[in-house]
């Protein structure tokens, strides 16, 4: 470290890598990894779990859950892209065919 560095600088740095190193060892070990992949395998199983409860207490309630609500987002999407669709569809047709003036409707 050089020595122009002021006091409270060269303090923060010393702690730094005096916790900074073993931390980074353990984070690059196996172990970590093994842990980090167990923990989410079982946060995701819990989830599952608590999603299923409150879905069927919801539904016992009558009420929407939250894969009911995905669902019809995913529906009212669906049918917005078509709509729009079929607008895109019409606008086009209108375009090709002529214009037909009042005499030749009478």
Not at 37 to 43: A, C, I, P, Y
Not at 83 to 98: G, M, R
Request: proline content about 6%; some cysteine; charged content about 30%.
């Amino acid at each position: 470290m050089p020595a122009d560095q002021p006091l409270w600088l060269r303090a923060v740095l010393r702690v730094e890598r005096t916790i900074g190193e073993p931390i980074e060892s353990a984070v690059r070990s196996d172990t970590y990894f093994d842990l980090i992949s167990t923990t989410t395998r079982v946060r995701r199983k819990v989830e599952g779990a608590a999603e299923g409860v409150s879905r069927r207490c919801l539904h016992m309630l009558n009420l929407p859950a939250g894969s009911d609500i995905r669902r019809m987002r995913q529906q009212l999407s669906r049918i917005e892209r078509r709509l729009n669709q079929l607008s895109h569809d019409v606008s086009e047709l209108d375009d090709q065919v002529p214009p037909v003036r009042r005499s030749q409707v009478t």
